[in-house]
Protein backbone atom coordinates (compact mmCIF):
# COMPACT_ATOMS: atom_id res chain seq x y z
CA UNK A 1 0.00 0.00 0.00
CA UNK A 2 2.97 2.67 0.77
CA UNK A 3 4.58 2.26 -2.46
CA UNK A 4 0.48 2.16 -4.02
CA UNK A 5 0.00 5.55 -2.05
CA UNK A 6 3.71 7.19 -3.34
CA UNK A 7 3.38 6.42 -7.16
CA UNK A 8 -0.31 7.91 -6.41
CA UNK A 9 1.05 11.43 -5.55
CA UNK A 10 3.82 10.93 -8.34
CA UNK A 11 0.86 10.80 -10.61
CA UNK A 12 -0.54 13.75 -8.85
CA UNK A 13 2.48 15.85 -9.15
CA UNK A 14 2.63 14.56 -12.72
CA UNK A 15 -0.82 15.76 -13.63
CA UNK A 16 -0.17 19.31 -11.79
CA UNK A 17 3.01 20.19 -14.31
CA UNK A 18 1.17 18.58 -17.11
CA UNK A 19 -1.55 20.81 -16.47
CA UNK A 20 0.14 23.88 -15.79
CA UNK A 21 1.65 23.45 -19.17
CA UNK A 22 -1.62 23.18 -20.64
CA UNK A 23 -2.16 26.84 -18.99
CA UNK A 24 0.58 28.49 -20.42
CA UNK A 25 -1.86 28.95 -23.77
CA UNK A 26 -5.49 30.52 -23.69
CA UNK A 27 -5.84 27.91 -26.43
CA UNK A 28 -5.58 24.81 -24.13
CA UNK A 29 -5.57 26.57 -20.15
CA UNK A 30 -9.02 25.00 -20.14
CA UNK A 31 -8.05 21.51 -20.44
CA UNK A 32 -5.12 22.18 -18.24
CA UNK A 33 -7.19 23.24 -15.39
CA UNK A 34 -9.06 20.33 -15.79
CA UNK A 35 -5.65 18.01 -15.78
CA UNK A 36 -4.64 19.84 -12.62
CA UNK A 37 -8.22 19.34 -11.24
CA UNK A 38 -7.59 15.55 -11.75
CA UNK A 39 -4.30 15.35 -9.84
CA UNK A 40 -6.22 17.19 -6.87
CA UNK A 41 -8.65 14.56 -6.79
CA UNK A 42 -6.46 11.63 -7.07
CA UNK A 43 -4.19 13.44 -4.13
CA UNK A 44 -6.86 13.82 -1.90
CA UNK A 45 -8.32 9.97 -2.43
CA UNK A 46 -5.63 8.85 -1.94
CA UNK A 47 -4.35 10.38 1.02
CA UNK A 48 -7.19 8.77 2.95
CA UNK A 49 -5.46 5.47 2.68
CA UNK A 50 -2.88 6.70 4.35
CA UNK A 51 -1.66 4.37 7.20
CA UNK A 52 -2.54 6.28 10.78
CA UNK A 53 -4.97 8.18 9.40
CA UNK A 54 -8.32 9.34 11.72
CA UNK A 55 -11.27 11.65 11.10
CA UNK A 56 -12.29 9.99 8.22
CA UNK A 57 -15.86 12.25 8.44
CA UNK A 58 -13.59 15.54 9.27
CA UNK A 59 -11.73 15.24 6.16
CA UNK A 60 -14.93 14.27 3.78
CA UNK A 61 -17.36 16.94 5.41
CA UNK A 62 -14.02 19.49 5.10
CA UNK A 63 -13.69 18.47 1.50
CA UNK A 64 -17.14 18.60 0.60
CA UNK A 65 -17.90 22.29 2.36
CA UNK A 66 -15.00 23.44 0.93
CA UNK A 67 -15.76 22.05 -2.81
CA UNK A 68 -19.56 23.24 -2.46
CA UNK A 69 -18.16 26.32 -1.56
CA UNK A 70 -15.54 27.26 -4.49
CA UNK A 71 -17.86 25.67 -6.88
CA UNK A 72 -20.20 28.04 -5.93
CA UNK A 73 -18.21 31.01 -5.39
CA UNK A 74 -16.04 30.49 -8.55
CA UNK A 75 -19.55 30.28 -10.63
CA UNK A 76 -20.59 33.59 -9.31
CA UNK A 77 -17.30 35.87 -9.56
CA UNK A 78 -17.34 38.25 -12.02
CA UNK A 79 -14.14 38.84 -14.26
CA UNK A 80 -13.88 42.19 -12.66
CA UNK A 81 -13.45 40.54 -8.82
CA UNK A 82 -11.06 37.37 -10.15
CA UNK A 83 -8.22 39.04 -8.63
CA UNK A 84 -9.28 39.54 -5.51
CA UNK A 85 -10.08 36.25 -5.55
CA UNK A 86 -7.19 34.91 -6.78
CA UNK A 87 -5.58 36.55 -3.68
CA UNK A 88 -7.83 34.78 -0.89
CA UNK A 89 -7.31 31.68 -2.54
CA UNK A 90 -3.67 31.74 -3.19
CA UNK A 91 -3.90 32.90 1.33
CA UNK A 92 -5.75 30.08 1.97
CA UNK A 93 -2.97 28.03 0.53
CA UNK A 94 -0.38 29.70 2.75
CA UNK A 95 -3.07 29.62 6.08
CA UNK A 96 -3.18 25.67 4.64
CA UNK A 97 0.24 24.97 5.06
CA UNK A 98 1.11 27.35 8.14
CA UNK A 99 -1.98 25.29 10.21
CA UNK A 100 0.18 21.38 9.01
CA UNK A 101 3.16 23.37 10.67
CA UNK A 102 1.09 24.35 13.59
CA UNK A 103 -0.23 20.53 14.16
CA UNK A 104 3.26 19.43 13.65
CA UNK A 105 5.03 21.97 16.18
CA UNK A 106 2.20 21.16 19.20
CA UNK A 107 2.65 17.69 18.27
CA UNK A 108 6.92 17.91 18.92
CA UNK A 109 7.55 14.71 17.47
CA UNK A 110 10.42 15.19 14.96
CA UNK A 111 12.86 12.69 14.19
CA UNK A 112 15.45 15.00 12.63
CA UNK A 113 16.72 18.54 13.65
CA UNK A 114 16.16 19.06 9.28
CA UNK A 115 12.37 18.18 9.53
CA UNK A 116 12.08 20.77 12.74
CA UNK A 117 13.89 23.29 10.29
CA UNK A 118 11.90 23.19 7.33
CA UNK A 119 8.52 22.79 9.74
CA UNK A 120 9.56 26.14 10.63
CA UNK A 121 10.17 27.87 7.65
CA UNK A 122 6.92 26.78 6.00
CA UNK A 123 4.97 28.31 8.94
CA UNK A 124 6.94 31.30 9.05
CA UNK A 125 6.81 31.72 5.14
CA UNK A 126 2.86 30.25 4.74
CA UNK A 127 1.57 32.57 7.66
CA UNK A 128 3.00 35.98 5.80
CA UNK A 129 1.81 34.94 2.76
CA UNK A 130 -2.05 34.12 4.26
CA UNK A 131 -1.85 37.88 6.42
CA UNK A 132 -0.45 39.49 3.74
CA UNK A 133 -2.54 38.14 0.80
CA UNK A 134 -5.57 38.48 3.30
CA UNK A 135 -4.95 42.24 3.40
CA UNK A 136 -4.33 42.00 -0.88
CA UNK A 137 -7.65 40.50 -1.47
CA UNK A 138 -9.30 43.39 1.03
CA UNK A 139 -7.85 46.33 -0.99
CA UNK A 140 -8.63 44.59 -4.17
CA UNK A 141 -12.47 44.14 -2.69
CA UNK A 142 -12.50 48.04 -1.54
CA UNK A 143 -12.23 47.08 1.99
CA UNK A 144 -8.80 48.75 2.33
CA UNK A 145 -9.38 51.20 0.49
CA UNK A 146 -5.59 53.49 0.56
CA UNK A 147 -2.23 52.38 1.03
CA UNK A 148 -0.86 52.57 4.86
CA UNK A 149 2.26 54.24 5.92
CA UNK A 150 3.48 55.81 8.72
CA UNK A 151 7.60 56.98 9.44
CA UNK A 152 9.65 54.30 10.39
CA UNK A 153 6.99 51.55 8.89
CA UNK A 154 10.77 49.71 6.98
CA UNK A 155 12.12 49.58 10.65
CA UNK A 156 9.19 48.21 12.74
CA UNK A 157 8.28 45.71 10.22
CA UNK A 158 11.84 44.34 10.48
CA UNK A 159 11.50 44.39 14.43
CA UNK A 160 8.29 42.48 13.96
CA UNK A 161 10.04 39.75 12.00
CA UNK A 162 12.92 39.74 13.52
CA UNK A 163 10.43 38.71 16.51
CA UNK A 164 8.94 36.33 13.90
CA UNK A 165 12.28 35.01 13.21
CA UNK A 166 13.85 35.32 16.60
CA UNK A 167 10.58 32.75 18.43
CA UNK A 168 11.05 30.16 15.34
CA UNK A 169 14.88 30.13 16.43
CA UNK A 170 14.15 28.99 19.60
CA UNK A 171 11.71 26.21 18.65
CA UNK A 172 14.79 24.98 16.29
CA UNK A 173 17.46 24.94 18.32
CA UNK A 174 15.76 24.42 22.24
CA UNK A 175 12.76 22.59 20.61
CA UNK A 176 10.61 24.23 23.22
CA UNK A 177 7.09 23.03 21.76
CA UNK A 178 5.24 25.40 24.33
CA UNK A 179 1.68 27.18 23.64
CA UNK A 180 2.99 30.27 24.13
CA UNK A 181 6.18 30.18 22.31
CA UNK A 182 3.93 28.56 19.47
CA UNK A 183 1.57 31.25 19.82
CA UNK A 184 3.67 34.41 19.63
CA UNK A 185 5.27 32.87 16.49
CA UNK A 186 2.72 32.50 14.73
CA UNK A 187 1.22 36.01 16.12
CA UNK A 188 4.39 37.77 14.62
CA UNK A 189 4.43 36.18 11.39
CA UNK A 190 1.06 36.95 10.49
CA UNK A 191 1.33 40.65 12.08
CA UNK A 192 4.23 40.62 9.49
CA UNK A 193 2.28 39.60 6.66
CA UNK A 194 -0.31 42.50 7.62
CA UNK A 195 2.15 44.99 8.20
CA UNK A 196 4.69 44.23 4.50
CA UNK A 197 1.21 44.26 2.30
CA UNK A 198 -0.36 47.20 4.08
CA UNK A 199 1.82 50.18 2.16
CA UNK A 200 0.67 48.41 -1.13
CA UNK A 201 -0.31 50.65 -4.12
CA UNK A 202 -2.38 49.28 -6.92
CA UNK A 203 0.45 49.87 -9.69
CA UNK A 204 2.36 47.28 -7.39
CA UNK A 205 -0.56 45.02 -7.43
CA UNK A 206 0.03 41.57 -10.16
CA UNK A 207 4.17 41.68 -8.50
CA UNK A 208 2.80 41.55 -5.37
CA UNK A 209 0.05 38.83 -6.35
CA UNK A 210 3.26 36.96 -7.86
CA UNK A 211 5.16 37.50 -4.69
CA UNK A 212 2.66 35.65 -2.46
CA UNK A 213 1.67 33.38 -5.01
CA UNK A 214 5.50 32.09 -4.36
CA UNK A 215 5.45 31.95 -1.03
CA UNK A 216 2.70 29.85 -0.64
CA UNK A 217 4.27 27.39 -2.79
CA UNK A 218 7.39 27.30 -1.29
CA UNK A 219 6.03 26.79 1.81
CA UNK A 220 4.43 23.84 0.63
CA UNK A 221 6.96 22.12 -0.26
CA UNK A 222 8.74 22.82 3.25
CA UNK A 223 5.55 20.90 4.66
CA UNK A 224 5.81 18.44 2.00
CA UNK A 225 8.81 17.42 3.54
CA UNK A 226 7.61 17.67 6.58
CA UNK A 227 4.50 15.17 6.10
CA UNK A 228 6.98 12.92 3.56
CA UNK A 229 4.53 13.77 0.93
CA UNK A 230 6.26 13.92 -2.47
CA UNK A 231 2.65 15.67 -4.01
CA UNK A 232 3.03 18.26 -2.23
CA UNK A 233 6.70 18.93 -2.87
CA UNK A 234 6.68 18.79 -6.03
CA UNK A 235 3.62 20.90 -6.63
CA UNK A 236 5.15 23.52 -4.19
CA UNK A 237 8.19 23.65 -5.85
CA UNK A 238 6.39 24.10 -9.15
CA UNK A 239 4.09 26.78 -7.95
CA UNK A 240 6.69 28.29 -5.85
CA UNK A 241 9.58 28.28 -8.89
CA UNK A 242 6.52 29.63 -11.45
CA UNK A 243 5.84 32.32 -8.88
CA UNK A 244 9.28 33.79 -8.65
CA UNK A 245 9.76 33.82 -11.91
CA UNK A 246 6.50 35.26 -12.67
CA UNK A 247 7.51 37.97 -10.07
CA UNK A 248 10.82 38.52 -11.98
CA UNK A 249 8.95 39.37 -15.07
CA UNK A 250 6.50 41.31 -13.50
CA UNK A 251 8.95 43.48 -11.98
CA UNK A 252 11.16 44.13 -15.07
CA UNK A 253 7.93 44.97 -16.59
CA UNK A 254 7.74 47.93 -14.51
CA UNK A 255 11.47 48.65 -14.80
CA UNK A 256 11.64 48.13 -10.75
CA UNK A 257 13.86 45.28 -8.89
CA UNK A 258 12.22 43.13 -6.13
CA UNK A 259 14.13 44.46 -3.90
CA UNK A 260 12.82 48.12 -4.52
CA UNK A 261 8.95 46.47 -4.24
CA UNK A 262 9.61 44.26 -1.40
CA UNK A 263 11.67 47.51 0.31
CA UNK A 264 9.81 50.58 -0.50
CA UNK A 265 6.39 51.70 0.36
CA UNK A 266 4.29 49.54 -2.44
CA UNK A 267 3.11 51.83 -5.00
CA UNK A 268 4.76 55.48 -3.74
CA UNK A 269 5.15 57.79 -6.16
CA UNK A 270 9.12 59.01 -6.18
CA UNK A 271 11.23 61.95 -8.04
CA UNK A 272 9.73 65.26 -9.22
CA UNK A 273 6.60 65.54 -10.41
CA UNK A 274 6.30 66.32 -14.18
CA UNK A 275 4.26 69.79 -15.38
CA UNK A 276 2.76 68.69 -18.96
CA UNK A 277 1.93 71.24 -21.36
CA UNK A 278 -0.74 71.81 -23.52
CA UNK A 279 -4.65 70.60 -22.69
CA UNK A 280 -6.99 67.66 -22.99
CA UNK A 281 -8.65 67.71 -26.22
CA UNK A 282 -11.97 65.96 -25.78
CA UNK A 283 -13.56 64.19 -28.82
CA UNK A 284 -17.53 62.49 -29.42
CA UNK A 285 -18.15 59.47 -30.07
CA UNK A 286 -19.32 60.29 -33.74
CA UNK A 287 -16.46 61.84 -35.12
CA UNK A 288 -14.44 59.08 -32.88
CA UNK A 289 -16.30 56.26 -34.88
CA UNK A 290 -15.83 57.84 -38.10
CA UNK A 291 -11.62 57.59 -37.63
CA UNK A 292 -12.50 54.47 -36.84
CA UNK A 293 -14.28 53.38 -39.69
CA UNK A 294 -12.22 54.46 -42.08
CA UNK A 295 -8.92 53.87 -40.64
CA UNK A 296 -6.90 51.06 -42.05
CA UNK A 297 -5.01 49.42 -39.18
CA UNK A 298 -6.18 50.05 -35.84
CA UNK A 299 -4.45 49.23 -32.31
CA UNK A 300 -6.98 48.65 -29.34
CA UNK A 301 -5.06 48.79 -26.02
CA UNK A 302 -7.15 47.73 -22.90
CA UNK A 303 -6.49 48.40 -19.52
CA UNK A 304 -8.57 47.99 -15.57
CA UNK A 305 -10.93 50.44 -16.47
CA UNK A 306 -11.73 48.27 -19.16
CA UNK A 307 -12.51 45.81 -16.32
CA UNK A 308 -14.19 48.35 -14.41
CA UNK A 309 -16.70 49.33 -17.53
CA UNK A 310 -17.14 45.54 -18.31
CA UNK A 311 -16.80 46.90 -21.71
CA UNK A 312 -14.72 43.29 -23.00
CA UNK A 313 -17.82 41.82 -24.72
CA UNK A 314 -18.75 45.84 -26.73
CA UNK A 315 -14.59 45.58 -27.73
CA UNK A 316 -15.37 42.23 -29.28
CA UNK A 317 -18.49 43.63 -30.84
CA UNK A 318 -16.21 46.90 -32.03
CA UNK A 319 -13.77 44.82 -33.13
CA UNK A 320 -16.08 42.42 -35.56
CA UNK A 321 -17.46 45.34 -37.10
CA UNK A 322 -14.00 46.63 -38.01
CA UNK A 323 -12.95 43.79 -39.34
CA UNK A 324 -16.30 43.41 -41.24
CA UNK A 325 -14.93 46.55 -42.72
CA UNK A 326 -11.69 45.60 -43.87
CA UNK A 327 -9.80 47.28 -40.55
CA UNK A 328 -6.63 45.33 -39.39
CA UNK A 329 -8.28 45.07 -35.66
CA UNK A 330 -5.20 44.51 -33.02
CA UNK A 331 -4.89 44.16 -29.09
CA UNK A 332 -1.63 45.33 -27.57
CA UNK A 333 -1.41 43.69 -23.99
CA UNK A 334 1.28 45.30 -21.48
CA UNK A 335 2.58 42.90 -19.08
CA UNK A 336 1.23 44.74 -16.24
CA UNK A 337 -2.47 45.92 -17.38
CA UNK A 338 -5.24 45.24 -14.88
CA UNK A 339 -4.77 43.83 -11.33
CA UNK A 340 -3.39 40.62 -11.86
CA UNK A 341 -0.57 38.66 -14.66
CA UNK A 342 -2.89 38.08 -17.51
CA UNK A 343 -6.02 40.10 -16.99
CA UNK A 344 -6.79 41.77 -19.61
CA UNK A 345 -5.92 38.23 -21.57
CA UNK A 346 -8.60 36.41 -19.30
CA UNK A 347 -11.17 39.13 -19.95
CA UNK A 348 -10.68 39.31 -23.74
CA UNK A 349 -10.82 35.77 -23.97
CA UNK A 350 -14.10 35.66 -22.12
CA UNK A 351 -15.18 37.81 -24.76
CA UNK A 352 -14.58 35.59 -27.26
CA UNK A 353 -11.72 37.55 -28.95
CA UNK A 354 -9.54 35.16 -30.74
CA UNK A 355 -5.94 34.88 -28.93
CA UNK A 356 -4.49 35.45 -32.32
CA UNK A 357 -5.26 38.79 -32.31
CA UNK A 358 -3.50 39.82 -28.90
CA UNK A 359 -0.08 41.30 -28.69
CA UNK A 360 2.60 41.47 -26.47
CA UNK A 361 4.50 44.64 -25.97
CA UNK A 362 7.12 43.21 -27.70
CA UNK A 363 5.10 42.37 -30.46
CA UNK A 364 3.59 45.24 -31.24
CA UNK A 365 5.51 48.35 -30.25
CA UNK A 366 6.90 48.41 -33.77
CA UNK A 367 3.05 48.33 -35.03
CA UNK A 368 2.20 51.71 -34.09
CA UNK A 369 3.88 53.99 -36.30
CA UNK A 370 1.68 52.62 -38.99
CA UNK A 371 -1.20 52.29 -37.40
CA UNK A 372 -3.59 55.06 -37.95
CA UNK A 373 -5.37 54.63 -34.85
CA UNK A 374 -4.98 53.10 -31.32
CA UNK A 375 -8.01 52.96 -28.97
CA UNK A 376 -6.87 53.34 -25.46
CA UNK A 377 -9.83 51.98 -23.16
CA UNK A 378 -9.08 52.28 -19.49
CA UNK A 379 -5.15 51.84 -19.58
CA UNK A 380 -3.09 55.05 -18.08
CA UNK A 381 0.28 54.63 -16.63
CA UNK A 382 1.39 51.72 -19.34
CA UNK A 383 1.10 54.05 -22.12
CA UNK A 384 2.92 57.28 -20.54
CA UNK A 385 5.25 58.64 -22.70
CA UNK A 386 7.22 60.37 -19.81
CA UNK A 387 8.69 56.78 -18.80
CA UNK A 388 10.37 57.06 -22.30
CA UNK A 389 11.08 60.68 -22.27
CA UNK A 390 11.69 62.25 -18.85
CA UNK A 391 14.21 60.86 -16.63
CA UNK A 392 12.69 63.09 -13.99
CA UNK A 393 9.70 60.87 -14.18
CA UNK A 394 8.44 58.25 -11.06
CA UNK A 395 8.28 56.10 -14.38
CA UNK A 396 11.25 56.67 -16.11
CA UNK A 397 12.58 53.27 -17.61
CA UNK A 398 9.29 51.41 -17.54
CA UNK A 399 8.68 49.71 -20.67
CA UNK A 400 5.51 51.30 -22.40
CA UNK A 401 3.15 50.64 -25.25
CA UNK A 402 4.35 53.35 -28.27
CA UNK A 403 0.57 54.93 -28.46
CA UNK A 404 1.95 58.00 -28.95
CA UNK A 405 3.42 57.16 -32.27
CA UNK A 406 0.11 56.57 -33.83
CA UNK A 407 -0.78 58.74 -35.83
CA UNK A 408 -4.33 59.65 -33.92
CA UNK A 409 -4.80 58.41 -30.64
CA UNK A 410 -8.46 58.05 -28.96
CA UNK A 411 -8.57 57.73 -25.10
CA UNK A 412 -11.64 56.44 -23.39
CA UNK A 413 -11.60 57.26 -19.74
CA UNK A 414 -14.24 58.53 -17.13
CA UNK A 415 -12.42 61.50 -15.70
CA UNK A 416 -8.98 63.55 -16.14
CA UNK A 417 -7.16 61.69 -12.87
CA UNK A 418 -3.80 60.15 -12.95
CA UNK A 419 -2.74 56.92 -13.15
CA UNK A 420 -2.00 54.21 -10.32
CA UNK A 421 1.13 55.41 -10.04
CA UNK A 422 -0.44 59.29 -9.19
CA UNK A 423 1.47 60.52 -12.61
CA UNK A 424 0.10 62.65 -15.23
CA UNK A 425 0.21 61.21 -18.24
CA UNK A 426 1.71 63.07 -21.09
CA UNK A 427 0.03 60.76 -24.01
CA UNK A 428 -3.72 62.19 -22.93
CA UNK A 429 -2.19 66.32 -23.56
CA UNK A 430 -0.58 65.32 -26.91
CA UNK A 431 -1.37 66.70 -30.41
CA UNK A 432 -2.27 63.78 -31.99
CA UNK A 433 -5.11 62.96 -28.66
CA UNK A 434 -8.17 63.12 -28.00
CA UNK A 435 -10.12 62.54 -24.98
CA UNK A 436 -13.74 60.55 -24.76
CA UNK A 437 -15.21 61.02 -21.93
CA UNK A 438 -17.29 58.72 -20.30
CA UNK A 439 -18.73 54.95 -19.24
CA UNK A 440 -16.40 52.58 -21.26
CA UNK A 441 -19.05 50.09 -21.69
CA UNK A 442 -21.15 53.11 -22.85
CA UNK A 443 -18.76 54.91 -25.23
CA UNK A 444 -17.91 51.68 -27.13
CA UNK A 445 -21.09 51.30 -27.75
CA UNK A 446 -21.68 54.78 -29.22
CA UNK A 447 -18.78 54.03 -31.03
CA UNK A 448 -20.53 50.76 -32.53
CA UNK A 449 -23.62 53.06 -33.58
CA UNK A 450 -21.03 55.74 -35.07
CA UNK A 451 -19.24 52.98 -36.86
CA UNK A 452 -22.69 51.16 -38.13
CA UNK A 453 -23.97 54.74 -39.75
CA UNK A 454 -20.94 53.80 -42.58
Given at each position: ???????????????????????????????????????????????????????????????????????????????????????????????????????????GDFHSQTFLTLAVLGALIGSISFSGSMVAFAKLQGLIRRPMRF????????????????????????????????????????????????????????????????????????????????????????????????????????????????????????????????????????????????????????????????????????????????????????????????????????????????????????????????????????????????????????????????????????????????????????????????????????????????
Amino acid sequence: MHNIIQISYFIAAFLFIFGLKRMSSPLTARDGIIWAGVGMLVASLITFFEPGMENYLLMTTAIFVGGVAAFWSGKKVAMTDMPQMIALYNGMGGGAAGAIAAVELLKGDFHSQTFLTLAVLGALIGSISFSGSMVAFAKLQGLIRRPMRFPGQQLFNIAVFLVAAGFGAVLVIQGEFTGSIILIFFAAALAYGMFMALPIGGADMPVVISLFNALTGLAVAFEGFVLNNAAMIIAGTVVGSAGTLLTQLMARAMNRSIGNVLFSSFGASGGAEESVEGSMKPIDAVDAGVMMAFAERVIIIPGYGMAVAQAQHKIFELMEMLLARGVDVKFAIHPVAGRMPGHMNVLLAEANVPYDRLYDLDEINAAFLQTDVALVIGANDVVNPSARTNPDSPIYGMPILNADQAKNVIVIKRGQGKGFSGVENALFFGDNTRMLYGDGQAMVGELIEAVKEF
